[in-house]
Nanobody, 122 residues
Framework: QVQLVESGGGLVQAGGSLRLSCAAS????????MGWYRRAPGKQRELVAA?????????NYADSVKGRFTISRDNAKNTVNLQMNSLKQEDTADYYC??????????????WGQGTQVTVSS
């Protein structure tokens, strides 16, 4: 079992910044992929940013957040962060951390965090 615990959501004015963090714990051998997803009211869940194994150079972003959001991870600590700048009202959503990889017993895992709410006001 792998647990993902998110933190850092909240209420911010448009143009402001927030930093989300996610820490993975459990019987982890390796994490191959970590990402942030979001679900806005009335919309489907979408990938916001992803960072596979190999370090911070192999990142992917939704077009709507490119240039404003930055994803990073600390492989030693099994954490992933999402720095969100120049926030817009349309960024309002519940944000979820996701990770997949290998457990110590050699089996695969994929886990979701409980979600953290981000609200951007005008």
């Amino acid at each position: 079992q792998v647990q993902l615990v998110e933190s850092g959501g909240g209420l911010v004015q448009a143009g402001g910044s927030l930093r989300l963090s996610c820490a993975a714990s459990g019987s982890i051998f390796a994490i191959n992929f970590m990402g942030w997803y979001r679900r806005a009211p009335g919309k489907q869940r979408e990938l916001v940013a992803a960072i596979p194994s190999g370090g911070n150079t192999n990142t992917n972003y939704a077009d709507s957040v490119k240039g404003r959001f930055t994803i990073s991870r600390d492989n030693a600590k099994n954490t992933v962060n999402l720095q969100m700048n120049s926030l817009k009202q349309e960024d309002t959503a519940d944000y979820y951390c996701y990770a997949r990889g290998l457990l110590l017993d050699g089996t695969d895992f994929d886990s979701w965090g409980q979600g953290t709410q981000v609200t951007v006001s005008s």
